[in-house]
């Protein structure tokens, strides 16, 4: 099988040195990546920047901003059997780039106008090739599965994976997380906490069985 994996935070850049960003940490999806490597299994993994080191026996494309993630995505997605869109995509990007350090005199407040990015899983959604499996992720607050499933319709997903972001020591930036994974199919499989990298295997043995 041949994986299409995005894990990790995207950067939006405001000038030369600043820019926005989110916590993913991107250890759920290098996880799910490396599970399927074990399992024998072609990895694509296009990555935000993060602090992990690249899966030597994936092939690693690191892109910065929503918007280049979406053009690796919509460059590689046609040959993929499994698309796993775990990436923490900024949903807002600045309406301008300022091309010098923006200064900081003159102003006392500041307004930043931001427009939303593309969403990739959206696109993938209404461009799903015939046979190929689409998961996406929710983090949710608040009506975690209620939310979910109505995420799954809407963006015409095979699963979706739910992880509840308000649990500390859970999800963003930890080693373990808890989560739901919710089918097209109406299968519901709860995880409890545990490590990522079992998760990781748990998704991917789910994911091929819904694939024979
Ligand atoms: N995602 C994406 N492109 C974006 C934003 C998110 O592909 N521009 C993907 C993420 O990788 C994840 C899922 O969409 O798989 C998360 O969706 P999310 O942003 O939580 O859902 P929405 O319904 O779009 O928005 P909301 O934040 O309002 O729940």
Do not use: C
């Amino acid at each position: 099988m041949k994986f299409l994996i995005t894990a990790g935070p995207t950067r939006e850049s405001i000038d030369p040195v600043r820019f926005l960003t989110n916590r993913s940490s991107g250890k759920m999806g290098y996880a799910i990546a490396n599970a399927a490597i074990e399992q024998g299994h072609k990895v694509v993994l296009i990555s935000g920047i993060v602090s992990l080191p690249p899966l030597e026996n994936a092939r690693m494309l690191f892109i910065e901003s929503a918007e280049d993630m979406y053009q690796a995505v919509s460059a590689e997605y046609k040959s993929a059997d499994i698309v796993i869109m775990s990436a923490a995509v900024a949903d807002f990007t600045p309406v301008k780039y300022y091309s010098h350090k923006f200064k900081k005199s003159g102003h006392d407040n500041l307004i930043l106008e931001l427009k939303k990015t593309v969403d990739i899983l959206g696109f993938l959604g209404q461009n799903k090739k015939d046979g190929q499996l689409l998961v996406g992720f929710a983090a949710e607050s608040e009506n975690i599965i209620a939310n979910a499933r109505e995420k799954l319709k809407r963006k015409n997903l095979d699963w979706i994976i739910a992880n509840n972001i308000s649990t500390t020591g859970l999800g963003f930036q930890s080693d373990n997380n808890a989560i739901t994974m919710i089918s097209r199919k109406g299968q519901t499989l709860e995880y409890r906490p545990q490590a990522k990298m079992d998760l990781g295997r748990k998704i991917i043995q789910v994911l091929l069985k819904d694939e024979d």
